[in-house]
């Protein structure tokens, strides 16, 4: 049930905020853009990283996971 709560007070709002100001992504060819750093990527689109949801010590793209060994 909170993820449904999360869902609509933070992630939400900070979807329909970055749909109003960014560029429209559609016509992107990512495939070209392998090399283009994620924080240019938004910079360059206006799009703002996600708020961190409440519970969760640290967002995904800064954790980081030990390497499995074989």
Same mark, same amino acid.
């Given at each position: 049930?909170?993820? &449904?709560?999360?869902? &609509? ?19 992107? &060819? ?17 799009i703002?990283?996600p ?19 074989p």
């Amino acid at each position: 049930m909170w993820r &449904f709560h999360s869902l &609509f007070t933070s992630l939400g709002p900070w979807a329909l905020q970055n749909g109003r100001q960014a560029r429209c992504v559609l016509s992107i &060819f990512y495939e070209r853009r392998w090399d283009q750093s994620l924080e240019d990527l938004r910079e360059e689109l206006r799009i703002q990283p996600p708020p961190l949801l409440p519970g969760r010590a640290s967002s995904p793209r800064t954790s980081t996971s030990p390497s499995a060994s074989p």
